[in-house]
């Protein structure tokens, strides 16, 4: 894809067919890349692309990618790519969200093939690939939406699903953009401590503030099947969601979550959504800044790792067309603990997609 880094280096390698340069290839000592996982055939009989497996190549071992999974240079034929958007220009306190994709695909060698707590086995159902990070412009916040409007255009044109590592929660915007030109407007399950509804932020109208604003100026987004689940923390005025509720949105602020299982809430947000397309946001500051502290802007009282797991599963059954975890801050969390859990946070995303097999 044009628009993406097609490698490391920016050019285009050529290599036998039998030598494949992502993690799936370097370590000649394990079995052939197709066969390290062996999930079996897929539905339809084919073999999906499958994590290289560390019960025979070594977790530590390997140019890092997305769950160990083969890198692949565009969307064709996958049915979902994780994709980097390593930027963090849009935020307006702790930066160091550019280090998100990075340190997400570093810690992400944790991950394996199946979830066996839900028994979703995702590399037996549909194929995937990590294809690399967007192509953005650290100095200019506007062309970097742009390049990220364009890149997701190519990826969505192929009919794959994007799982976005983010990056500042600036780009759900132009993600929307090329989502909603697709897809039509979307529902959106918007998981953060903050409603990123600002208007402005020092006068600008792009940044990690304003998404949810410009998308629905825009048409972006079906007001009536947005949900906002974890909202929190002190705010510019009494009413900080009286505008999100305006457009229709339902607001399930912090204190609605306290304490409790998600499960019921999700079951009233799928009534909700229904079978139209869906986009899934998820802020890593939903999360309380006990359990994932390396993020840009901290509000205490979060919700759990259990809580963002449950909404996650929750969303099983709906037309998910793409998602995201944003705003992983590694600088600010040295235990890498925050870029591990937005990697198994991930995982459960690609696990709830519509294809996805249960056994
Ligand atoms: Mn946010």
């Known amino acids: 894809m044009f628009s993406l880094c097609r490698n490391f280096s920016g050019v285009r390698r050529a290599?036998?067919?039998?030598?494949?340069?992502?993690?799936?290839g370097l370590c000649s000592q394990g079995p052939t890349s197709t066969s390290?996982?062996?999930?079996?055939?897929?539905?339809?009989?084919?073999?999906?692309?499958?994590?290289?497996?560390a019960e025979v190549v070594a977790r530590v071992s390997g140019i890092p990618t997305m769950a160990r999974l083969p890198h692949r240079e565009t969307a064709d034929g996958l049915d979902a790519a994780f994709v980097g958007v390593p930027i963090d220009t849009g935020t307006s306190n702790r930066p160091g969200a550019r280090f998100g994709p990075r340190q997400i695909r570093v810690e992400s060698a944790m991950l394996r093939a199946f979830n066996s707590s839900t028994g979703a086995a995702p590399y037996q159902s549909i194929a995937v690939a990590d294809i690399g990070d967007v192509n953005v412009n650290l100095y200019d916040l506007k062309d970097t939406c742009r390049r990220i409007r364009e890149a997701y255009r190519s990826i969505l044109s192929t009919g794959c699903v994007p799982l976005t590592l983010g990056g500042d929660h600036t780009i759900a915007y132009p993600i929307l953009q090329a989502v909603a030109?697709?897809?039509?407007?979307?529902?959106?399950?918007?998981?953060?401590?903050?409603?990123?509804?600002?208007?402005?932020?020092?006068?600008?109208?792009?940044?990690?503030?304003t998404p949810f604003r410009r998308?629905?100026?825009?048409?972006?987004?079906?007001?009536?099947?947005?949900?906002?689940?974890?909202?929190?923390?002190?705010?510019?005025?009494?009413?900080?969601?009286?505008w999100s509720r305006a457009q229709g949105f339902r607001v399930v602020p912090v204190e609605e979550c306290w304490f409790r299982s998600l499960a019921p809430l999700m079951a009233?947000?799928?009534?909700?959504?229904?079978?139209?397309?869906?986009?899934?946001?998820?802020?890593?500051?939903?999360?309380?800044?006990?359990?994932?502290?390396?993020?840009?802007t901290p509000e205490i009282a979060g919700l759990t790792p259990i809580q963002g797991v449950e909404i996650i599963r929750g969303c099983r059954g709906l037309n998910l067309v793409g998602c995201d975890l944003v705003e992983v801050s590694p600088p600010y969390d040295t235990t890498g603990n925050t870029a591990l859990t937005g990697a198994n946070l991930l995982f459960e995303m690609l696990c709830v997609l519509p294809k996805v097999r249960y056994l």
């Open 181 to 209: 030109e697709r897809h039509g407007p979307v529902g959106l399950v918007h998981v953060d401590a903050h409603a990123d509804t600002s208007d402005v932020m020092l006068g600008e109208k792009i940044g990690h503030g």
């Open 36 to 53: 390290r996982v062996a999930p079996g055939p897929g539905a339809s009989g084919q073999r999906y692309n499958a994590p290289v497996s």
């Open 215 to 242: 998308c629905v100026e825009e048409g972006l987004l079906d007001p009536g099947r947005v949900v906002q689940v974890g909202l929190r923390g002190s705010s510019y005025s009494a009413d900080a969601y009286a």
């Open 268 to 296: 009233e947000v799928r009534a909700q959504m229904g079978g139209a397309p869906v986009y899934l946001s998820f802020d890593i500051d939903a999360l309380d800044p006990g359990f994932a502290p390396g993020t840009g």
């Open 15 to 24: 290599f036998p067919p039998s030598f494949r340069p992502a993690a799936a």
